[in-house]
């Protein structure tokens, strides 16, 4: 099946900094991207969905100018967290998908849990 | 607008018995797919089953089956002969818009099988 990895698996960082997430589809290109976030025992928000070479597109609530989506080629996006705070820590989770059309699957990176001390 | 609902949030099952974990969503398009994702305490996310709407025949993958009643909106998963590695939080996800791999998920069922 297609393998999507996710960069760093966990990341501690202090508040005010931003840190960097990665997803990368690491057998096939990716039509799209998908940001989720996932609190504890919660289910999973998604936050934006990516293209390649072009911008994301956020949901509802979801700041912009505070979470960063990059996606610079068909097998890799990036989520920066700008100016980190104690209430973005949080289980980040992305997913690609190939292709597109009804029941199109998609494939779940492993995750990154982020703590902002 | 399209949602999800999961009102079991915790279930537990003894080891090789069944166990049915129930889904309800809503949705006004005809042609779409309905999945079942399990996530163990890795928090890897894995799909377990999918169905599409069209098909009157229920979906199965070994020993999980789904029981789809369309005119209800009701997707209910089946685990035959529970096993200790079924234990994990179970979501169901519907699509948020044709055609490009979006979910929108359930709130969860937190799934502990007891040896």
């Known amino acids: 099946g297609a393998v999507v990895s996710q960069h760093p698996s966990w990341v501690i960082c202090k508040s005010g900094t931003s840190v960097k997430i990665e997803c990368r589809s690491l057998?096939?290109?990716?039509?799209?991207m998908f940001w989720y976030r996932q609190f504890p025992k919660q289910s999973l928000m998604l936050m934006a969905t990516?293209?390649?070479?072009?911008?994301?597109?956020?949901e509802q609530g979801v700041e912009k100018d505070k979470f960063l989506i990059n996606h610079a080629s068909l097998t890799l996006s990036t989520l920066t967290v700008t100016s980190a705070h104690p209430e973005d820590s949080s289980f980040y989770i992305c997913?690609?998908?190939?292709?597109?059309?009804?029941?199109?699957?998609?494939?779940f990176g492993q995750g990154t849990r982020l703590t902002v001390v | 607008a399209q949602t999800v609902t999961q009102s079991q949030p915790e279930m537990s099952v003894q080891e090789a018995e069944t166990v049915t974990l129930s889904c309800t969503y809503d949705?006004?398009?005809?042609?779409?797919?309905l999945f079942w994702y399990k996530q163990p305490p890795s928090r890897q996310m894995i799909l377990v089953i999918r169905?599409?709407?069209?098909?009157?025949q229920n979906a199965t993958e070994n020993r999980f089956s789904v029981n789809f009643q369309k005119a209800a909106k009701s997707f209910s998963l089946k685990i035959s002969d529970s096993q200790l590695g079924d234990t994990a939080m179970y979501f169901c996800?519907?699509?948020?818009?044709?055609?490009?791999?979006?979910?929108?998920f359930g709130q969860g069922t937190t799934l502990q099988v007891k040896p």
């Open positions: 997913s690609a998908t190939l292709g597109t059309g009804v029941g199109t699957e998609a494939f």
């Open positions: 169905q599409e709407a069209y098909k009157q």
């Open positions: 057998d096939f290109q990716a039509t799209t």
């Open positions: 990516s293209n390649e070479g072009s911008k994301a597109t956020y």
């Open positions: 996800a519907f699509p948020g818009s044709s055609n490009t791999g979006k979910l929108i």
């Open positions: 949705t006004s398009e005809n042609n779409y797919y």
